[in-house]
């Protein structure tokens, strides 16, 4: 009799699993497996499901398609630039903010705007301002030129005017998170370790380097990797400023690249955008292993 | 005597020390927060200039001559901006609440239930959380075509339900909940499932709060998912159709019409935000990034 009530109560906790197992199983853990076969069966025909064999193939022809190499090239780039750039400026900013007590709370709210907003509805307000039409040459042209400069187009010109933009724009919408963390850990510095330098008339500068960047190192080794990640995986930014076509504009990422292989006018190669995806899964992977060895040396816990 | 000026020079240099740093801390400042609104600025500014104003601008100016609506009436009457609204309301109402109904499950069974094989399921659990998006999409792009849900909404929602990182933070909640409360309601006959909606939920009604609201941005923000699985412009959601309109809506000259759209659709989470301000920041700090 025990017995059986205990084998019921054991059924129960996985029927309140179940739609959670359902869910994950279709929509995860099957796709996850799915996705390596893909990548390795060669010659896959979507409309007769059937494929030639199996091996590397399609790794070689993505490593070697411009397309591909274009979009690693633009996500590294993106990586290198703004990952560095964002965290410092938001560890600049969120200095200030901590120092603060009047209208901290205003300049907290409007530093996490970017956040709640649409990144493909703002981009294009960033693609107004930048572009260069017949009719306008644009606010930050008009600036350009006022401070002597030559204006350029940087939704249609030149490779690092869109780079630039496309940096930037990147910074503007990562740039909330970062904040917010920072200046939370920041502001939950025991306040001791603070009045014991001050009595030791221990500098700013030094307290700065000495106390605080020790305290908040793992926040920002954390937002570092996290920015990595998010920065290897960008896609809608560039959509926002440059139109779908980005192989076009030649600003895709690994991602478009995944995207473009599996849909739309160049798209019916699922064999091709698994191989590229699980490319991206590796980088992704390795970068983040290498992260983790040299902050074991760096962060103070 | 000479002591006391010292100490007084001190004293002055130091606060004419603070003072250059507050001001060099609150400019800094006051320039990110334009450089954040700007953008926000410019929209409104740019949608309510008249199509023939803002073209005659070679300069453009601050601030609109002949302040018109007409814009905004053209967003919703040129190209189905309220259908995009709709769906995606839709899509955002429907994913949350099937999403909250399957986490809430969940993390009871993990939080209360004893049974066999609970912790190598929730290490199973917690482990796809590693998994990007971008790895999976592919298959789950191929199963919703065979299985004929492009274009429907079943097709936009289900792959989007579930979300395990919200799952662990309901579970955490969960668990804080005393235990003895649920010994207590066992002595008194109550059965699981009423438990869980008469006192575990009421319980957890803050955290609740904040999943609902982070997967309610997400969702409306969403855009990679939407566009792989919809072409047909019935089913698009806000991000497709501001899309849409930037490459055949309105012509690409008409930017006045283009930013009265981006404004109506910015509007909805900038409100909510506002509203939810603590919330949305706590849950956010709580382990949110922007996917």
Redesign the interface.
């Known amino acids: 009799m025990k017995k059986k009530k205990l084998d019921l109560?054991?059924?129960?906790?996985?029927l309140?699993?179940l739609?959670?197992i359902v869910?994950?199983g279709?929509?995860?853990?099957?796709?996850?497996i799915?996705?390596f076969i893909?990548s390795l069966e060669e010659g896959y025909n979507?409309a007769s499901q059937t494929f030639f064999g199996v091996g590397g193939y399609n790794y070689a022809y993505v490593l070697r398609d411009p397309y591909f190499l274009q979009a690693l090239k633009n996500t590294f780039i993106l990586v290198a630039v703004t990952v560095p750039l964002s965290t410092l400026i938001a560890l600049?900013?969120s200095v200030?903010?901590s120092?603060?007590e009047a209208?901290r709370n205003l300049?907290?709210?409007?530093?996490?705007?970017?956040?709640?907003?649409?990144?493909?509805?703002?981009g294009?307000?960033?693609m107004?301002?930048f572009q260069k039409?017949e009719?306008?040459?644009g606010?930050v042209n008009?600036l350009i030129t006022f401070f002597g400069g030559t204006a350029v187009d940087f939704i249609d010109g030149p490779y690092w005017a869109k780079m630039f933009v496309l940096c930037l724009y990147t910074i503007?919408?990562?740039l909330p998170?970062k904040i917010?963390?920072l200046t939370?850990a920041l502001l939950s510095v025991d306040q001791t370790y603070y009045n014991s330098a001050k009595v030791d008339g221990t500098s700013?500068f030094r307290t700065f380097m000495r106390i605080t960047l020790p305290m908040i190192s793992p926040m920002i080794f954390y937002l570092f990797i996290?920015g990595c990640?998010?920065a290897f995986?960008a896609?809608?930014d560039a959509?926002a400023l440059f139109?779908?076509d980005l192989n076009a504009a030649e600003m895709n990422t690994i991602?478009g690249y995944?995207?473009d292989m599996?849909?739309g006018d160049s798209g019916g190669y699922?064999s091709y955008?698994?191989a590229a995806?699980?490319i991206?899964?590796t980088i992704?992977l390795t970068i983040t292993c290498i992260n983790l060895i040299v902050s074991k040396k760096k962060v103070h816990y | 005597m000479n002591h006391e000026m010292d100490y007084e020079k001190i004293e002055q240099k130091t606060k004419r020390k603070q003072r250059i740093v507050k001001t060099l801390t609150y400019t800094l400042l006051v320039f990110w927060g334009v450089v954040v609104l700007f953008p926000f600025f410019w929209m409104v500014l740019t949608s309510i200039k008249s199509y023939g104003e803002y073209n005659s601008e070679y300069i453009p100016k601050f601030y609109a001559s002949s302040p018109t609506m007409s814009n905004y009436i053209e967003a919703f009457t040129a190209v189905p901006l309220a259908e995009y609204f709709l769906n995606t309301l839709i899509f955002t109402v429907v994913t949350t609440a099937v999403m909250l109904v399957v986490i809430t499950l969940a993390a009871f069974a993990f939080a209360r239930l004893e049974f066999k094989g609970k912790n190598a399921a929730f290490v199973l659990f917690l482990s796809m959380m590693m998994i990007p998006n971008e790895l999976v999409i592919i298959t789950n792009f191929v199963t919703i075509t065979d299985l004929d849900m492009r274009n429907t909404f079943a097709g936009l929602i289900l792959p989007s339900v579930m979300s395990v990182f919200y799952l662990y933070l309901l579970k955490e909640t969960f668990q804080q909940i005393p235990d003895n409360l649920y010994q207590a309601a066992k002595v008194d006959g109550t059965s699981d499932f009423k438990y869980l909606c008469r006192v575990m939920v009421p319980m957890a009604k803050p955290t609740l709060v904040t999943i609902t609201i982070l997967k309610v941005i997400e969702c409306w923000n969403s855009y990679v998912w939407p566009r792989l699985i919809t072409d047909d412009e019935a089913y698009y959601l806000v991000s497709n159709g501001i899309q849409e309109i930037r490459e055949n809506g309105f012509g690409r000259e008409n930017i006045p019409a283009m930013m009265a759209a981006v404004v109506v659709i910015t509007l909805p989470l900038i409100v909510l935000f506002l509203v939810f301000r603590n919330k949305i920041m706590e849950g956010v700090s709580r382990g949110g990034t922007k996917g």
Do not use: C, H
């Open positions: 109560s054991g059924l129960k906790g996985w309140y699993l739609p959670a869910f994950l279709v929509f995860m853990v099957y796709p996850l799915d996705v893909y979507s600049l900013l200030a903010l120092s603060i209208l300049f907290q709210t409007v530093f996490f705007l970017p956040y709640v907003t649409n990144t493909l509805a703002v294009l307000v960033f107004i301002l039409t009719y306008t040459e606010l008009l503007w919408i990562v998170f917010l963390i939370s700013r996290t990640i998010g995986k896609y809608s959509v139109g779908t991602v995944v995207y599996l849909y699922p955008a698994s995806a699980v991206l899964f992704v």
